[in-house]
């Protein structure tokens, strides 16, 4: 069964920083297009920052130059780097992935859990 489990989650003070990892699991041919997004109650959820096959990254604006998003295609893992945090970057921080299973041709959309991101000022 194809997954995406989150990971690295936790409270930091302002300013500090905290990795987020992403770890997908399965029998998975290729991955696509993988991202971060998040969500507070009550708002939609918004991106963070994704990542193409080919590398290119897109960042929200309220995280440009504070984040940063890796990915492994070995390992099947996508970091998210998170530098300079505020107590607006609190949330649930979901993975999202495009992912081509072992058994088929088409490309699928999956998303983690969510793990909670909680920054004290």
């Known amino acids: 069964q194809v997954q995406l489990v989150e990971s690295g989650g936790g409270l930091v003070q302002a300013g500090g920083s905290l990795g987020l990892s992403c770890a997908a699991s399965g029998s998975i041919y290729r991955l696509g297009t993988m991202g971060w997004y998040r969500q507070t109650p009550g708002k939609q959820r918004e991106l963070v920052a994704d990542?193409?096959?080919?590398?290119?990254?897109t960042y929200g604006d309220s995280v440009k130059g504070r984040f940063t998003i890796s990915v492994d295609h070995v390992l099947k893992l996508v970091y998210l780097q998170m530098d300079g945090l505020k107590p607006e970057d609190t949330a649930v921080y979901y993975c999202r992935g495009v992912l081509t299973p072992l058994d088929s041709d088409i490309p699928r959309l999956y998303w983690g859990q969510g793990t909670q991101v909680t920054v004290s000022s």
């Open positions: 990542i193409t096959s080919t590398g290119s990254t």
